[in-house]
């Protein structure tokens, strides 16, 4: 059609021209000045025409269209061959309207009237014209982020970030930019080589760690990437350990960073710094003073749970930051038994002629060789098990059964803890089982709740073969741990009777004199674990302190008066335990001769040379300490 019109003007023109008359001799000349060269230009995101673009993820590519003046004839803009409609300025371009790798051909058409005066530019034959393409390849699948993002270990012990360098077309690294935090305290490091992917970080060494990477192009249509990384630097719970060295020396001692790091150790919530330096230990020469100074036990170091702070430093700090990654836990003696929940009663009982020890707590039952503390079994007590509260537990050395007192009866557990029984005796009257004895005759020995009487059963035939009538005599009953012998006493008086042949028969009698002081005119009276005839008191003279004695029960006689209470006795060597304040002393049978003494002590047993002691911490332990090696001859 252009073809025809064009024609059709030039046929005009003949005509116009042959109809016309002139002289010949006259020239008539119009200059018409040659329009400037003027180009149609277009700058898409800095590529030239024909480039290939690869676009991963929604982007605006900007672009700059110069037109010179005239009449814009045509602009067209497509993308596979559809009309796009763009915004002044810059074109969308977004991958997800593809389902997989699609290429497509970008094409802008433009003209423009160029407004020349010429013939040809009145017909239109110098207009501008542009056309620029680029093929576009959509990639809606790409991962766009660093990879590999990793920490390690360097060979200098510092810690060290990882990740691999962008491998994406038209992804040009320009540089890195790394914020992370230390002690509230923002960081920002660049990394203007491209190549470079390994960051350095001295002074991560403990805590939670929080880096955000930013890697930035050279193509000023990409975006730059930010990637967060964390991760946690941490000591597992209750890994700051306690060892005695000695009686009265120790080492406190926590894992071995894996970074270069130096630590700081301190007692309670921002308490004193105890340690500071390189090693992950430090030695306590006097635990006495260091009790003293820093109120703490000895043993058990962590009676009620106490805390401690451990402070991992970078190498480059001067001093303890209170800001600084803290971790907290909790000082430990050595423990036989830790739970992390549920209540602790531990109980302790053993077969001495088979070095059993056995521990109870509630629901759950520990076997060790006495010996060696080796564990030998470990299981949870049959569901008819009674999980009261239990005061004591008690080995049958004839049958090898568990004797466990309870409220309304007595739980039997077989050694190897598979078979379970519960048993009540024939009475006339309610019998308090809960505070039941077992002598290793296997006579059981009950007092009755309803009349002041003590009943003796076989606990192999569960037959009643004595009874004791107590003549109005309430109080406490403690056995002796033969079975030889039965002791009732009451703040007023003590009697002993001694067991044989089926019959009581009276033994000892002790009257105690009365301060009027109402609770503190107290008596405690127990056998001792290993001589079965000698019998030890305490009680309150008139004063806040008590005095304690021992009685041979066969000679009637009594030891000198020590101002002390007494807490327990070794049923393998007979050694007695006794308080005075906060110091916990040994002394031998006799009560003569002081063994050991250590201050700031509990223990609730002496067994074997072992002293053991529950903990009402956040952990619940049953600690130990072997003070064999610490006894005096």
């Known amino acids: 059609m252009k073809n025809i019109n064009i024609i059709s003007i030039l046929l005009l023109i003949f005509s116009v021209f042959t109809g016309c008359e002139y002289d010949k001799n006259d ?30 993820q929604k982007t605006n590519l900007m672009y700059d269209l110069n037109l010179p003046e ?11 061959g559809r009309e796009l409609l763009s915004t002044d300025g810059y074109i969308v371009l977004d991958p997800k309207d593809y389902n997989s790798r699609t290429v497509e051909k970008l094409t802008l058409d433009v003209e423009v009237n160029s407004g020349s005066e010429s013939i040809a530019g009145k017909l239109g034959l110098e207009n501008y014209i542009g056309t620029f393409e680029y093929e576009i390849v959509f990639i809606p699948d790409a991962v766009l982020g660093l990879q590999n993002i990793a920490h390690h270990k360097n060979k200098d012990d510092y810690f060290e970030l990882t990740w691999s360098k962008p491998q994406l077309e ?18 920002i490091e660049e990394i203007l080589n491209p190549d470079q992917t390994v960051f350095v970080d001295t002074r991560a060494v403990f805590g939670y760690l929080h880096y955000r990477i930013e890697t930035f192009f050279k193509e000023s249509y990409r975006q730059p990437w930010v990637d967060n990384y964390t991760t946690s630097i941490e000591f597992p719970k209750y890994s700051v350990k306690f060892e005695y060295t000695g009686i009265n020396s120790g080492r406190i001692s926590w894992p071995k960073n894996e970074y270069k790091s130096k630590y700081a150790f301190a007692r309670g919530y921002y308490g004193d710094i105890i340690y500071e330096g390189t090693n992950n230990y430090f030695e306590i020469e006097d635990l006495a003073d260091f009790s003293t100074k820093h109120g703490v036990g000895i043993f058990p170091i962590s009676y009620a749970g106490e805390w401690v702070e451990l402070y991992v430093l970078p190498m480059s700090a001067n001093t303890v930051n209170r ?4 971790h907290y836990d909790e000082l430990h003696s050595q423990s036989l038994i830790t739970r992390s929940s549920d209540y602790e009663n531990y109980i ?6 088979k070095d059993i020890l056995f521990i109870k707590n509630q629901d759950e039952l520990w076997s060790y060789n006495s010996n060696t503390l080796e564990a030998i079994d470990n299981r949870y007590l049959p569901n008819t098990m009674t999980t009261n509260w239990n005061v004591h537990g008690f080995c049958s050395e004839k049958s090898s ?16 803890l598979k078979n379970h029984e519960k048993i009540q005796f024939e009475s006339t009257e309610a019998l308090n089982y809960q505070y039941a004895y077992l002598g290793t005759n296997d006579i059981v020995f009950i007092y009755s709740k309803e009349s002041p009487k003590l009943y003796a059963y076989d606990l ?7 009874s004791l009538s107590l003549d109005n005599m309430w109080g406490n009953v403690v056995v002796s741990r033969d079975g030889k012998y039965v002791c009732l006493y009451n703040d007023i008086r003590a009697l002993v009777y001694k ?3 089926n019959v009581f028969s009276l033994l000892y009698t002790e009257e105690f004199p009365s301060y009027g002081l109402g609770s503190y005119d107290s008596k405690s009276i127990c056998f001792n674990e290993k001589i079965s005839n000698q019998l030890i008191v305490t009680y309150s003279p008139g004063t806040y302190s008590n005095e304690m004695y021992t009685v041979d029960i066969e000679n009637n006689s009594k030891s000198e008066k020590k101002r002390y209470s007494y807490r327990c006795s070794d049923p393998y060597t007979g050694n007695i335990v006794a308080t005075y304040g906060a110091t916990c002393t040994v002394f031998d049978t006799t009560l003569t001769k002081e063994r050991l003494s250590l201050k700031n002590s509990e223990t609730d047993y002496l067994i074997n040379n072992l002293f053991l002691k529950s903990g009402w911490g956040n952990q619940k332990n049953l600690y130990y300490l072997d003070i064999t090696n610490y006894l005096k001859k």
């Open 27 to 56: 020239i008539y000349i119009v200059d018409i000045q040659k329009p400037v060269e003027k180009r149609i230009t277009f700058n898409l995101a800095d590529l030239p025409s024909g480039t290939t673009i690869y676009i991963y």
């Open 499 to 501: 067991f044989s042949d």
């Open 460 to 466: 192999n035939s569960r037959k009643l073969i004595s």
């Open 401 to 416: 059964t568990i004797f466990i007192p309870n409220y309304d009866c007595i739980d039997l557990i077989s050694y190897d």
């Open 348 to 353: 302790a009982f053993i077969d001495t002629t």
């Open 170 to 187: 038209q992804y040009t690294v320009e540089k890195y930019r790394i914020t992370y935090y230390h002690d509230r305290t923002e960081y």
């Open 70 to 80: 005239g009449d814009i004839l045509k602009r067209k803009l497509t993308l596979g």
């Open 323 to 326: 800001n600084m990654p803290i």
